[in-house]
C-alpha cells in the first residue's frame, strides 16, 4: 500500500492545467516586448524630440509588461483550486471490485478546506515518506489538525495546503458487480496473442 502511494504522487501532481504556456505565445510577447521598447519607443520620442526621456520611458514600459504578464498570469491560472484523481481497480473473480481512489488537490493560496467525498468510502491519508501515521497533523500541512469523517457523505476537514502546493488523500470502497475481465491469452515465442474482454 504505502509502495503504491509512493509510485502514484508522480502522476497524481502532473497536472497539464499548470503546465507552462506555450513558446510560441511566450515568444509573441516577447517580440512585441521589443518592439515597443525599441522602435516605438524610439520613434515616438524623437518625432516629439524628447529622447532625453528614453531613460524615463524604458523602466516604465518594462514595469508595465512586467506587471500586465503576471496580471494575465494570474487571472488564468492563478486562483484555481485543480484537483486531480487516480483510481486503481482491482478485480475479483466474482465480480467484487476494490477501488482505490487518491485525490490530490493543488491550492494556489495558503488555505484550510473542506472536502465532501460522495458515497460510504473509507478515507485516510495518502501515505508518503514524510507520513507520520501517529501525528493527527497531516502531512505538508503547516498547522493545524485534519479530521477525516466515515459517513454518508465521507468528509476531509481542516484540510491545510500551503500555497502553491499540492497534498493528497485516498479513499477506499469496494464494489460489487463492477463486472469481469475475461481474457484467452497465449505465449508463442516471444509474442503473447489472444484476446481481452471487459
Request: net charge negative; charged share 15%; proline share 5%.
Amino acid at each position: 500500500r504505502q509502495m503504491r502511494s509512493n509510485n502514484i504522487s508522480y502522476s497524481l501532481s502532473n497536472l497539464p492545467a499548470l503546465d507552462l504556456p506555450s513558446i510560441k505565445s511566450l515568444g509573441a510577447l516577447l517580440i512585441v516586448y521589443i518592439l515597443v521598447i525599441g522602435p516605438v519607443n524610439y520613434w515616438t520620442l524623437k518625432r516629439r524630440k524628447k529622447l532625453h526621456l528614453a531613460w524615463v520611458t524604458i523602466p516604465a514600459l518594462t514595469a508595465i509588461f512586467a506587471v500586465g504578464a503576471f496580471g494575465l498570469a494570474y487571472g488564468m491560472r492563478g486562483n484555481d483550486i485543480v484537483t486531480n484523481k487516480l483510481a486503481i481497480i482491482n478485480l475479483d473473480q466474482d465480480g467484487f471490485a476494490q477501488v482505490n481512489s487518491y485525490i490530490g488537490m493543488f491550492s494556489p493560496a495558503q488555505e484550510s478546506y473542506e472536502v465532501e467525498v460522495s458515497g460510504s468510502l473509507l478515507l485516510s491519508p495518502a501515505i508518503s515518506n514524510y507520513y507520520d501515521p501517529w501525528s493527527s497533523t497531516y502531512p505538508g500541512s503547516s498547522i493545524g489538525e485534519t479530521v477525516f469523517m466515515q459517513g454518508e457523505p465521507s468528509k476531509v476537514v481542516g484540510l491545510e495546503i500551503n500555497q502553491w502546493s499540492m497534498h493528497s488523500f485516498m479513499s477506499e470502497n469496494q464494489t460489487a458487480f463492477f463486472g469481469q475481465i475475461v481474457s484467452d491469452l497465449t505465449l508463442s515465442g516471444n509474442q503473447v496473442t489472444g484476446s481481452i474482454e471487459n
